[in-house]
């Protein structure tokens, strides 16, 4: 599968993996895949695309979150792991303020920031992470 590129700033990088992970998570179920097998696909699909920094920062970003609202346990604290270790203050209540991005992403990226940290203590014991 080709890489895609994604010109110009975070916010470009946002709107395509909000669009992209939830087309091809529907492409999968409308293919007969279980959930779990279409959050595998969507990873293997979407991983090798984030080639910077940044772009993992953004896609972990969306994959916990939705994760998170399809309550998707597993595959959440899978890709959960992997957001807190790219962010640089390995906080998660913390990495709105990391980015660059406008207000019109800014308080999206809080709700989904909060839905997460929210699925989290709700779901798994383990409720000092930052």
Known sequence: MPI???????????????FLVDDIYQECLDSGYTESGAT??????????????????????ELSYYFADKELKESFRDVFEKFRNVIESGSVREFPNEIA?????????????????RFYEQNFQDRHFG
Request: glycine letters at 6%.
């Open 4 to 18: 895609i590129e994604f010109p110009g700033n975070l916010e470009n990088i946002y709107e395509k993996f909000v």
């Open 40 to 61: 595998g696909k969507i990873k293997y699909e979407l991983e090798p695309m984030a080639e910077d920094k940044y772009s993992k920062k953004i896609l972990y970003l």
């Open 101 to 117: 991005v406008g207000d019109k992403y800014r308080r999206e990226i809080d709700v989904k920031v909060r839905k997460i940290i």
